[in-house]
């Protein structure tokens, strides 16, 4: 839905260029990049970290910007622990 995806990036429009706003692979990437702040980290942390893709991983570590224990590690220490985070549940 081209028509729904323009609306939905004004801000794009004027960047990039039609054919790829119209694109149906750029649309769905898209959506899923948008829908990051909906993301549940736990849900996330359920997945071993080969399986996440990249969007996960990148929810992951904008989560990580926000709790306290992170705020002084170095960014690669940050994104390896990221790695190692999972959920269990008991």
Known sequence: ????????????????????????DFQNAMKEVEG????????ICEKKSAQRSNIQKMRLTKWADTV????????R?????????HTAYY
């Open 1 to 24: 839905n081209s028509t729904l995806m323009t609306s939905e990036c004004n801000d794009k429009a004027s960047i990039l260029p039609d054919w790829l706003l119209q694109s149906t």
């Open 68 to 75: 306290p224990f992170f705020n002084n590690l170095a960014d």
């Open 36 to 43: 990051t702040d909906d993301m549940d980290v736990a849900r």
């Open 77 to 85: 220490l940050r994104m390896a622990i990221c790695e190692k985070l």
